[in-house]
């Protein structure tokens, strides 16, 4: 029996959408003539990427790669895994980089100096939540949503042993 207390709301949805929106129309005003190739970092960041290609009117690609840097629970191993790299060409193409949450940094160093060494006509980085008191190494995300405290997020994508992925508010687990 699990006994893990219920998630408590940080950032209830209608805030969530605001800020997508946002964000979206900051990136429409960056990439709306360039064909750009969107990059999302699975499985946390499903929700956001559905959310904000929705909110972006103009011709784009999607891909996904796959990391991991946490085993189960709660705690990052530290150690970046590509599970599963990209089967399309980056070589000149301008990527942004879509991330749920840049906690200690290094999922995001290691997805830009991966995507780096293939050579695209530019790169950024776009990630909903930011929680900067975690941080290990420093990163450049050039648009950063909503800055969160260090607690351990779950909801919109985010996930606690694969749990909670389902939820429409950005909820913190009590520890
Ligand atoms: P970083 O490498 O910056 O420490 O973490 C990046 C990845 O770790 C995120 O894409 C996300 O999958 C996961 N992560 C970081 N913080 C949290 C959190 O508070 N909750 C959950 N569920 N995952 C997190």
């Known amino acids: ?18 800020e997508v929106r946002t964000l979206a129309a900051r990136i429409t005003a960056d990439y709306r003539d360039t064909n750009p190739l969107l990059i999302g970092a ?5 929700m956001f990427m559905a959310d904000l290609v929705r909110c972006l009117e103009f011709p784009l690609e999607i891909e996904f790669v796959r990391l991991s840097s946490y085993g189960d629970g709660t705690e990052s191993s530290g150690k970046v895994n590509l599970v599963q790299g990209l089967n399309v060409p980056v070589e000149g193409r301008h990527v942004l980089v879509v991330e749920d949450i840049v906690d200690t940094g290094l999922t ?14 530019s790169l950024k980085c776009c990630t909903l939540l930011d929680k900067p008191a975690r941080r290990q190494c420093e990163v450049c995300v050039d648009y950063i949503g909503l800055e969160v405290p260090d607690r351990f997020l779950v909801g919109y994508g985010l996930d606690c042993d694969e749990r909670y992925r389902n939820l429409p508010d950005i909820c913190y687990l009590e520890k």
Do not use: S
């Not at 219920?6 to 959408?17: G, K, T």
């Open 1 to 18: 029996m699990n006994a893990q207390a219920a998630p408590q709301v940080l950032i209830p949805r209608n805030e969530i959408d605001a």
């Open 108 to 121: 995001v160093a290691f997805l830009l100096e991966y995507l780096k060494e293939q050579r695209p006509a």
């Open 42 to 46: 699975l499985k946390g960041c499903f």
